[in-house]
C-alpha cells in the first residue's frame, strides 16, 4: 500500500525473522495474540533492569520511579480511549478479567430474577460465560442476538428483543473474533441506552486496528487485552462510566483497594484503586503504554488501509480456489479470514501449515455457539496485522495447495 512502508515496520518486530520448520515464520495468528516490537520488549526489560519496585507505597526513588511509569502508563490508555478521566481506566488481567468484573461486581449487585442480559450469538466465550454465572446467581437469563449466515448481527432482532423489556445489559464485541464481523456498535449501543439497557463493548478484536473513542461511542464500559494491541499478556483495561464505577462494590478484596481497615469495619480506596487489590502486572502497565507510544508513532490509517488490501488480496485468492468456503463474508470486516477447505479437517490443515511455517490457528475460536449454528466444527482462520505483507499471504496458499496433496 502506498505511503506504508511494511518492510521498516517488520523490522521493529524481531521475532518476526524466526524460522520454523526449516522455513521463514509466517504469522497470521494475529487475532489470537499479536507479536511485540522492539520497543515493548525493551521498556519492560529496562524496568526490571532499572526501576523494578512496588507501586504507591515505597519510600524511595526505585517505588517513585515505578509509580511514576506505572501511573504515567494509566494516563496514555486513558488517552487512547478518550476517556474522561484516568481514574475511569482499571487495570486487569485482559479483557477476560474486564468482564468478570462487571458481571460479578455490576451483575451482582444490579441484576434480579426476570432481568435480561443480552450477547451475540457470535461472542467470545469470555463474553457468555460470566453472564451466564452472574445470572445463575441472581435469576436473570442470557440470551443470544441472532446473527445471520453472513456473520452478520440482526439489528432490528437486537430492537425485538429490547422491546420486550427488562433488558438490563447488552454485552457485544466490537469485532467478531471467530469471524472478523465489525458490528455496528454505535447503534446498538443508542439502542441500548433508548430501552433502559446498559452497553458493554469487548473491544479485544478492535483496539489494534483503528482509534477507539469511548465518549463518541457512549459505550458503558469498554474493555480489552494489552497482548491483542503489541503488548503483554496477562494484562488488560476496563473502561468505565464514573458513576457506574463509583456504584460498583469491589471485586477483590486486599491491599491497594482499601482506605483504611479495621475489624470494626473497613472502607474501600477510590477509583481506580478501589477496583486494584493486590501488586499489579507493573510490567504490564508500562509494555502496554509502550505498544500505545508505538502505535501512535505509526500512521494508523495507512497500516489499516494496508490490513484492507491484505484482506481483500486473501479473499481474492480464496474465491480463485476451489475447495475453499469462506466463514463469515459480512459487508464490514477486519483482517480475519475463516475458512474450511473441502475434505480436510481444519486441525489437520494447521498441522500441515504449520509443517511449512505457517502459523494459523485452528478450531472454534472459543465462539462453540456460532460455530454450532454453522454446524461446522471450526475453522482454519488467518489473521493478518499491519506487519503482515501480500508475498506471506502467497506463502499461506501455497502452503494450503500442499497441504491439500497431502490428503
Ligand atoms: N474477546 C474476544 C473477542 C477475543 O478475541 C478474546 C481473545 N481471543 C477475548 C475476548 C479474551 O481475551 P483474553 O484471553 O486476553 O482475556
Not at 429490547?162 to 455496528?184: D, F, K
Not at 477496583?275 to 507510544?293: C, H, Q, V
Not at 500512521?299 to 488501509?305: H, I, L, S, T
Request: with cysteine; net charge negative; proline share 4%.
Amino acid at each position: 500500500t502506498a505511503g506504508f512502508d511494511v518492510e521498516a515496520v517488520r523490522r521493529d518486530f524481531p521475532i518476526l525473522q524466526e524460522q520454523v520448520n526449516g522455513h521463514p515464520l509466517v504469522y497470521l495468528d494475529n487475532a489470537a495474540t499479536t507479536q511485540k516490537p522492539r520497543a515493548v520488549i525493551d521498556a519492560i526489560s529496562h524496568y526490571y533492569l532499572h526501576d523494578n519496585s512496588n507501586v504507591h507505597r515505597g519510600a524511595h526513588a526505585l517505588a517513585e520511579r515505578a509509580t511514576a511509569k506505572f501511573e504515567a502508563a494509566r494516563s496514555t490508555v486513558a488517552e487512547f480511549l478518550n476517556a474522561p478521566h484516568r481514574e475511569q481506566i482499571l487495570w486487569t488481567r485482559g479483557t477476560t478479567e474486564s468482564i468478570n468484573l462487571v458481571a460479578f461486581s455490576w451483575g451482582r449487585n444490579n441484576l434480579k430474577a426476570g432481568d435480561r442480559i443480552l450477547v451475540s450469538a457470535m461472542e467470545h466465550h469470555s463474553n457468555i460465560v460470566p453472564w451466564q454465572m452472574v445470572a445463575e446467581a441472581t435469576g436473570a437469563t442470557v440470551e443470544p442476538i441472532p446473527v445471520d449466515e453472513t456473520g452478520t448481527l440482526e439489528l432490528a432482532a437486537l430492537e425485538t428483543l429490547l422491546e420486550q423489556g427488562q433488558v438490563r445489559m447488552v454485552a457485544v464485541g466490537h469485532v467478531s473474533n471467530a469471524l472478523g464481523t465489525v458490528n455496528p456498535i454505535d447503534d446498538i449501543i443508542a439502542l441500548a441506552h433508548k430501552h433502559g439497557a446498559l452497553a458493554l463493548i469487548d473491544g479485544a478484536q478492535a483496539v489494534s486496528h483503528w482509534p477507539i473513542d469511548v465518549q463518541a461511542l457512549d459505550c458503558d464500559f469498554y474493555v480489552f487485552s494489552a497482548h491483542k494491541l503489541f503488548g503483554p499478556t496477562g494484562f488488560g483495561v476496563l473502561y468505565g462510566k464514573r458513576d457506574l464505577l463509583e456504584a460498583m462494590p469491589p471485586y477483590q478484596g486486599g491491599g491497594e483497594m482499601i482506605q483504611s481497615v479495621s475489624f470494626a469495619g473497613t472502607t474501600y480506596n477510590q477509583l481506580p484503586y478501589k477496583f486494584e487489590a493486590g501488586t499489579p502486572d507493573i510490567a504490564g502497565a508500562i509494555g502496554l503504554a509502550a505498544a500505545i507510544d508505538y502505535l501512535n508513532g505509526l500512521d494508523r490509517e495507512a497500516a489499516a488501509a494496508h490490513e484492507r488490501a491484505l484482506l481483500a488480496y486473501a479473499e481474492e485468492k480464496a474465491f480463485a480456489t476451489p475447495g475453499i468456503t469462506l466463514v463469515g463474508t459480512a459487508a464490514h470486516k477486519v483482517s480475519v479470514l475463516s475458512f474450511l477447505v473441502e475434505g480436510t479437517h481444519p486441525n489437520d490443515l494447521g498441522f500441515l501449515l504449520d509443517q511449512q511455517g505457517v502459523a494459523v490457528r485452528t478450531g472454534h475460536h472459543c465462539a462453540q455457539p456460532i460455530m454450532e449454528q454453522y454446524h461446522i466444527p471450526g475453522t482454519v482462520r488467518a489473521s493478518f496485522a499491519f506487519y503482515n505483507t501480500s508475498d506471506e499471504v502467497d506463502r499461506l496458499f501455497e502452503a494450503l495447495e500442499k497441504a491439500r496433496q497431502f490428503f
